[in-house]
């Protein structure tokens, strides 16, 4: 690689307390010859906090694909280029992932610079199990997809994070409680390292009813965990939605047959499991 050639950094800036920056970061950013960023005008009062004159430039989801040649043109010119986002850790339901992929196809240096993260934040505080999680980015806006979202969160075995707006957070948890009952623990995490920061704890219904307590509960950036499902519970609401699509098409007895051998479940416990469902109650019906 050409000495020359400059470095592509990936910031992590504070989520909310001004002095979560790195001493590090705030090296990176004023020797940068550039500062891409999420919002100018935020990011904007961060470099002036810290008496920062590097030049900022604009890049999210809308003109990310326009801005990468310019971009890539610069780091081949040897200049070096800070990204970073709104705030936390670029990349993370944000933007840069074009950038990045293509500045590593090209054979740019694409450096981390570690710092603040709001899901890692949440997590360390959580009380849940954080050996294991999987992190499913925003909760979709529109009903179908979000429904479609905890179906997959109801039968996921480790700590679930998501990320949700004071616009939808009420919502998202009244189609949660419905979906997860009362034997999974929700934790969210409200406006963390920010002055108001706030952490709820119990089943959906109980956050539910915690941020109903208040409308200054309702606003800020919010990180919802759910506990993941213990296993045989995560098998069996699995096998209860095979079945569900299965009976749907299918007489029962044809259902509980495909189903046992799908699973691996003893074809007694199917076939119970089926007639349940109350699809048909008709044992002999092919």
Request: glycine content about 8%; charged content about 25%; overall charge negative.
């Amino acid at each position: 690689m050409n000495s020359k050639t400059g470095v592509l950094h990936v910031v992590a800036t504070p989520i909310g307390n001004l002095g979560d920056l790195s001493s590090r970061a705030r090296e990176t950013l004023q020797q940068a010859d550039l500062v891409l960023a999420e919002d100018t005008r935020r990011t904007g009062v961060l470099m002036r906090h810290f008496n920062l004159g590097t030049p900022l430039s604009s890049f999210h989801d809308h003109n990310e694909r326009q801005q990468v040649p310019e971009v890539l043109r610069r780091l081949s010119a040897g200049e070096n280029i800070a990204l970073v986002s709104d705030a936390g850790t670029p990349l993370i339901s944000d933007p840069g992932y074009t950038l990045v992929s293509a500045a590593r196809e090209q054979g740019f240096t694409v450096s981390p610079v570690p710092g603040p993260c709001a899901l890692v934040a949440a997590l360390s505080a959580s009380g849940l199990p954080v050996d294991r999680f999987v992190f499913e980015g925003f909760v979709p806006a529109r009903k179908g997809a979000r429904q479609a979202l905890l179906d997959r969160v109801a039968v996921e075995e480790r700590t679930v994070v998501l990320y949700e707006s004071s616009h939808r957070i009420l919502e998202t948890l009244e189609d949660m409680s419905s979906v997860l009952g009362p034997d999974r623990a929700v934790v969210i995490g409200r406006e963390i390292s920010k002055r108001f920061e706030t952490f709820y704890r119990g089943d959906a219904v109980d956050v539910l009813e915690q941020l109903r307590a208040g409308t200054e509960h309702q606003y800020g950036e919010f990180v919802v965990m759910v506990e993941g499902a213990p296993a045989q519970d995560a098998d069996e609401a699995m096998l209860r939605k095979l079945l569900q699509l299965l009976l749907d098409e299918l007489p029962v007895k044809t259902a509980s047959r495909i189903a046992a051998a799908w699973s691996g479940a003893g074809r007694n416990r199917v076939y119970a499991l089926a007639l349940d469902l109350g699809k048909n109650n008709d044992p002999d019906s092919e």
